[in-house]
């Protein structure tokens, strides 16, 4: 990607998903916590809501390795009002963590939104282990999911989209089935270690579609350019035909007369996934 594709995709993205993760990271117990970490920060849509919703004493530590993304970050939490209360630093995300489960400068909350797939860590359960690892005793974990592959883009088209998704987790690496899949959050949870794991569903409904100024350009400038590339790269292997490529293009394709915007019936389902999990309290020392 072209740092513009890459400015235009966190922009919007963060715009769309922004009232989701602001609800998401309010369920969190975040009162007297005082070092929170937003791994992967982005655009910096979590780093922003976290610290809204902490203590005002409380600092965020955003950590991402595309310095374009902590510019833009950096200028949200200014506009935002935060901005005294973050700090910003580009690195492996790995490599912060294992230094804080080393120092025991851990984190009392750590926020991870659509951190954890295999297209970013060859081994996602390790990866959560890390994070679980990094958080202080009785801290929280809590892992966030658009559930972009689990969205309707295409309502009455299910078996085109069905073959799209298929496609774009093809390009993207994604396997189909086994431990490293994407949608096993839970399951790394679990298996880290980590105590009172809970599971909530977040949707994010639009209808009709000019109620809500954020859909459209999501749908057009990231959903789908992100979809039609995957056609035109592993269509052919998701077991897409031809006229269902050309279907999808059309369906897509804002000058054509079938493009699906323009149905007055338009209407829009992500299901936005959050997993939340705590470090179990240091056990007491007996007394003697």
């Known amino acids: ?3 513009d594709t890459v400015t235009t ?3 919007t993205n963060r715009a769309f998903v922004a009232p989701t993760v602001e ?3 309010s369920t969190l117990d975040l009162g007297g916590r005082r070092r929170l970490l937003d791994a992967g920060t982005g655009a910096g849509g979590g780093l922003v809501a976290l610290a809204r919703a902490a203590d005002p004493e409380a600092r965020v530590v955003g950590v991402d390795q595309n310095a374009d993304a902590l510019e833009l970050a950096a200028a949200y939490a200014e506009k935002e009002g935060v901005a005294e209360r973050v700090r910003l630093e580009q690195a492996d995300l790995l490599d912060v963590l294992g230094e804080a489960a080393r120092s025991g400068a851990g984190y009392d909350a750590i926020w991870a939104s659509d951190v954890i797939w295999p ?3 060859s081994d996602p359960e390790a990866a959560v282990a890390a994070l679980a690892g990094a958080l202080n005793p009785g801290g929280i974990l809590a892992l966030f999911s658009s559930g972009y592959y689990q969205a309707t883009f295409l309502p009455g088209h299910s078996w085109v989209q069905q073959k799209l998704r298929v496609a774009s987790q093809l390009n993207w690496g994604i396997p189909g089935d086994g431990p490293t899949q994407n949608e096993r959050l839970t399951h790394w949870t679990l ?3 980590l105590r009172e794991t809970r599971v909530r569903l977040i949707p994010r409904v639009v209808f009709p579609l000019a ?4 859909a459209r350009p999501y749908l057009e400038r990231v959903v789908w350019p992100e979809l039609l590339d995957a056609a035109r790269e592993r269509g052919g292997e998701a077991g897409m035909s ?9 369906l897509m394709t804002p000058s054509d007369d079938d493009y699906i915007l323009d ?6 389902l992500h299901p936005m996934l959050l997993v939340t999990a705590r470090r179990a309290n240091e056990a007491a020392t007996p007394s003697s």
């Open 211 to 214: 109620d809500d100024p954020t």
């Open 9 to 11: 995709y966190l922009l």
């Open 1 to 3: 990607m072209t740092t």
């Open 191 to 193: 298996a880290s270690g």
């Open 263 to 268: 149905e007055p019936g338009y209407h829009l």
């Open 242 to 250: 031809e006229e269902e490529l050309s279907r999808a293009a059309a």
């Open 119 to 121: 297209g970013n860590f």
């Open 23 to 25: 609800e998401a990271v």
